[in-house]
Structures are given as C-alpha cells and as structure tokens.
C-alpha cells in the first residue's frame, strides 16, 4: 500500500505544481515555443536553476501532470478500505483518472498537444505512466489469484487492455468527443466481460 508522502515531498510537489501551472498559462497564452523557461519560472515565483533541478528541460514540465495523477491513484487507493477486492480497486484508479481528466481537460489537452516536444514522453512509459500500470497489474495478478479473474491471459496483458479503455477515452475528450468519466463508466461492464472470460461474479 503507498506510504503517505513526507513534508519534503509534500513541498517538491508544491514547487512542481507551481512551475506546471505557470507553464500551462504561458503555453496557452503564447503557445509552447514561444514560452521560456524564464518566463516560467518568474511566473512560478522560483528561478530557472530551481525549475531544471525539478524537470531539466522545458518540455520536462509536460510530466508533471502524469505525476500528479500518479499521486491521485495512489491517494485513492490508501483511501479505500483495504478489504475491498482487488477488481474493485481497479475500477478506482480508472475512475480515479477518469475524474481527474475531465476536472483538468485543458491542461490534459496541452499536455498531449505540446508532448510532440519530448521526444520520449509517448515512445516509452514515463515513470509515472509505469507506475501505474504497475498498479493495475498487480491488482489484476491479485484478482486473478482470488478467482475473480480469468487466468489464460497474464495479469500484464489484461492491463493492457484495461488501460486501453481509459486511453481510449481520454483520446476522445481531447478530440473534444465526450467527457472521460461516463465512457470509462460505461467500458468498465465492457472490462468485466474481458477480464472474467465467463467467470461467474464473485459472491
């Protein structure tokens, strides 16, 4: 179970938050290249040595709101009771995100307009995007271990696809096709059928 986050933590998030929303402002109002990272960080209130300690490069920053999810999901998760079941635990971090896009869709929208910049950010998994995923796989691997969960197809690979579903959405709200939450809402019967295979509801 994640550990609450010590004052340190608490108040590098802070920082980041700060930088993160400075930037949003400024790539909104001036666009993404036409943004310094000096403009930032006065906006910010901090220096410029102080925002490359925390991102290193401009495009860094787009990270942050990928790390702040991963602290809601997490959050959540110490949140709940533990003696939920664990498919139960993976509806709440779709939700958990589902909630979280649609509360920040413009920042989300940026985020993935401006990501183009960081050669990295969709080629390989962010360590917040791993985590995550992490999370849903051992959630998954558990339910699976409890007879909750069809076991013909490993817990990494029913990740996948349970991921796919919150992606999906997000996509569509960023395409300004829907909000996030009622289709992950809806998929998650969807993402029952899969994940069961046939497997009757636990009692």
């Not at 550990?3 to 400024?26: D, Y």
């Not at 958990?96 to 985020?111: G, I, Y």
Request: proline share 3%; net charge neutral; with cysteine.
């Amino acid at each position: 179970m994640p550990q609450p986050l010590g004052l340190r933590e608490q108040k590098n998030l802070a920082v980041k938050q700060a930088f993160f929303t400075a930037a949003i402002e400024l790539f909104k109002e001036k666009g993404f290249e036409a943004t310094s990272v000096d403009e930032i960080a006065e906006r910010a209130g901090f220096s410029r040595a102080t925002y490359f300690n925390h991102f290193g490069t401009k495009q860094g920053v787009l990270r942050y709101y990928g790390q702040r999810l991963q602290q809601r999901v997490e959050g959540s998760l110490c949140e709940r009771d533990p003696t939920r079941s664990a498919l139960d635990r993976v509806r709440q971090i779709l939700l958990t995100m589902a909630r979280e896009a649609d509360a920040h869709s413009e920042e989300l929208k940026l985020v993935y307009l401006y990501s183009q910049y960081d050669t990295e950010y969709l080629s390989r998994p962010t360590p917040a995007r791993r985590q995550v995923f992490q999370l849903l796989e051992t959630l998954i691997a558990e339910a699976q271990k409890d007879g909750q969960v069809r076991t013909d197809i490993s817990a990494r690979q029913l990740a996948f696809h349970v991921q796919s579903v919150y992606q999906g959405a997000v996509m569509g709200s960023v395409a300004g096709y829907c909000t996030v939450e009622p289709v992950v809402e809806a998929g998650w019967s969807f993402i029952l059928d899969g994940v069961r295979g046939g497997l009757a509801p636990a009692e």
